[in-house]
């Protein structure tokens, strides 16, 4: 940012406490963002999110337009929209902040029993795992890994009750040919979209959970399935 003189605005939307070098995630430029969707790492009931700045001015433009673009007197200076976090979404985060480190450091639990069991698959590329690189704290909002056989992997689990999730439908932004991209072709891109798989990764998993997970992902792969 210094280097270039550019302004830094952050999607920080599922990465709420991760860190690099130490440095928290949306903390990095002029302004983050976070959601508090019920899917994220601190989720709500229904909708919501923050918008976190050091600077003031962006501070109190942001309160105006989430507010009608009302005023700490209540007077209309600007326009605006209703965009309040509603009573009731706040209560519910208030109360899962206080286990927000413990769920955090769950998942990073199951990220790691995730990469201990199947590591050694070649077919698959595993996210890194927690603490491999000291610079990196990952809070595994999602445990998504790549697959040659993704398909026929997601139908596998499926058959033995196991849930998995593909992104945006597999596709990547310029694939959605209502947005305009024409004749755009990003070929490691697409390869890459067309092997994500999402594993089932939230604070409810038990050890048991993840185990029989992993166990289905190494019974795909034996060789009597390969072959």
Excluded at 163 to 170: E, N, V
Excluded at 174 to 199: A, I, K, W
Aim: aromatic fraction near 10%; include cysteine.
């Amino acid at each position: 940012m210094l280097k270039y003189g550019l302004i830094i605005i952050e999607d920080a939307a599922q990465a709420l406490y991760s860190k690099f070098n130490g440095k928290c995630a949306g903390t990095f430029g002029l302004a983050g963002t976070f959601s508090f969707y019920p899917a994220k790492v601190l989720g709500c009931f229904g909708d919501g999110g923050a918008v976190i700045t050091s600077d003031d001015r962006i501070a109190e433009r942001v309160a105006l337009l989430r507010d009608h673009g009302r005023n700490e007197d209540a007077e209309v200076v600007t326009w605006g929209t209703n965009s309040r976090l509603d009573n009731i979404q706040a209560a519910i985060l208030n109360m899962k902040l206080k286990t927000f480190k413990n769920d955090i450091e769950r998942r990073r639990e199951i990220a790691f029993m995730y990469d201990k069991a199947l590591r050694e698959i070649d077919d698959l590329i595993l996210p890194p795992p927690p603490d491999e690189d000291k610079k990196h704290y990952d809070v595994y909002q999602n445990y998504e890994l790549e697959s040659g056989h993704r398909d026929e992997l997601r139908s596998f689990l499926a058959e033995r009750g196991i849930g998995t999730i593909i992104q945006w439908g597999g596709k990547a932004v310029h694939q959605f040919e209502g947005l305009g991209f024409d004749n755009v072709h990003l070929p490691v891109v697409e390869r890459m979209t067309s092997n994500f798989l999402m594993l089932p990764m939230h604070t409810a998993l038990t050890d048991e959970d993840v185990g029989y997970v992993c166990d289905c992902v190494k019974d795909f792969y034996s060789a009597d399935y390969m072959d």
